[in-house]
């Protein structure tokens, strides 16, 4: 059976309704009279082909359509003519259709345009404003105008995606963006729920692209060319939980002001003033140093939570310049998030965090499940010597522990380097 969202469907038979058609006109020779009589045209129920809805937002051409039909079980030996004609009829209902994706709370709220279900006029919503990742990567860092869209047939050759469904994937995320970017104070996903009636998971990635989009974060440095699109949306995701207000949207006065100026008080703190480094780097590696199990190697501890040689040569400073650069990426750490509402250090930030501590990690031997370790461990101490120093050191508290970990996690995310350059440096030295 074929995959329909209604009964069986005559198309010469079927009329729907424009939203600026003004019915019941009556021209001046007419009267209008208590009573009046009307013509109904009945057709039989409107059905959707779920294939070939799907064919059509890829922009695939017609012959495509008929091919792949006729592979079906259910149209084995069916005249390609007939199985042609069929798909032109669904495909001139969908351009019909296509109207009212544009509007999908109309389309929903307005009953009477076609005899469909709730679940499936929602699912046919779902499925237009569905993206493909590498065309969406293409949109990040873009201006979303008429400059990008003259872009788009270079992305179809790059991507191998139609050039008519990354038109309906530009003009998605820019009709979003368009309508929400006049709200303020109202979380971003929740405003694209309510406008075009999309699920959370897919209204949270275009909040994530939009975020990155309007904010002009950077994501076509060389240190970023080999990460996908789902690595970008988590950084995203990290960005507006960590370092922006609980009622992010994704403007540049969203950025957490406060955190900005707990991050740079912070950094003088524990960075710059040398006894408090000193003291938190002992701190750091007495801890990390007790990870170690007592148990022989063969022992089933997880390697996630056993630091490298490599990260206790660097506590113990046996590696050269071990101290500085343990304070250079402390430094970093906090620098990010005190600029962040600066425009450029945000544009800036991912390739700040892969060039300036990654890389750093990296160049020392040291794995991600290492810099996980040290960033742990680095909070668990500095809290002790905040309480100690700042009155009222609960807003210091959870400003240190929203900067070293979305530092971490967006660092652990984009540790993942090319083979080829950095391969040899992500591998774990030998025990000593």
Known sequence: MRDFASASFQLSNLRLPHPNLDFLRFNR?????????????VSTPVVVDNMIFSEYILGRPVHEMVTRMRS???????????????????????????????RP????????????????????????????????????????????RTYLPEVA???????????????????????????????????IMERFALSEPLATHYAHILFLNINRVDTTKRCLAHFKFADFDFCASILIQYWTTPTSTMTLDDIDQPLTQHAQQLKSLLVENKANFDCLCTAVRVHISSLIPKTP?????????????????????????????????????????????????????????????????????????????????????SIGIVTEQIPDSAPAIEALSRTLTGTKLIGRRLFRQKSSIFGPLNKIRPAQ
């Open 29 to 41: 020779h007419e009267e209008q009279a208590d009573d009046a009589n009307f013509t109904a045209i």
């Open 297 to 381: 190697s063969g022992s089933s501890a997880s390697t996630s939570t056993v630091p490298s040689s490599a990260l206790l040569a660097l506590l113990e400073n046996r590696i050269v310049r071990g101290s500085t650069q343990i304070r250079a990426i402390l430094r970093v750490s906090f620098s990010i998030v005190a600029d962040i509402g600066a425009s450029s250090t945000l544009r800036s930030v991912l390739g700040i965090i892969v060039e300036k501590i990654v890389d750093s990690f990296a160049s020392m031997g040291l794995r991600s499940e290492d810099m996980e370790l040290f960033y742990d461990s680095v909070i668990i101490h």
């Open 157 to 191: 050759t790059k991507t191998g995606i139609p050039v008519a469904s990354c038109k309906r994937q530009f003009e998605n995320i820019k009709r979003i963006a368009k309508q929400s970017e006049d709200e303020e104070g109202v979380p971003l996903v929740n405003e």
């Open 72 to 102: 079906e079980p259910d149209m084995v030996g069916a005249q390609e003519s007939a199985v042609t004609e069929y798909v032109r009829g669904q495909l001139h209902l969908m351009q019909y259709l296509e109207y009212y994706m544009c």
């Open 105 to 148: 709370r109309y389309f929903l709220e307005q009953r009477h345009l076609l005899p469909l279900g709730d679940k499936a006029r929602m699912g046919l919503v779902e499925q237009y404003y569905s993206f493909d990742e590498p065309v969406m990567l293409e949109f990040l860092s873009r201006k979303l105008n008429s400059r990008t």
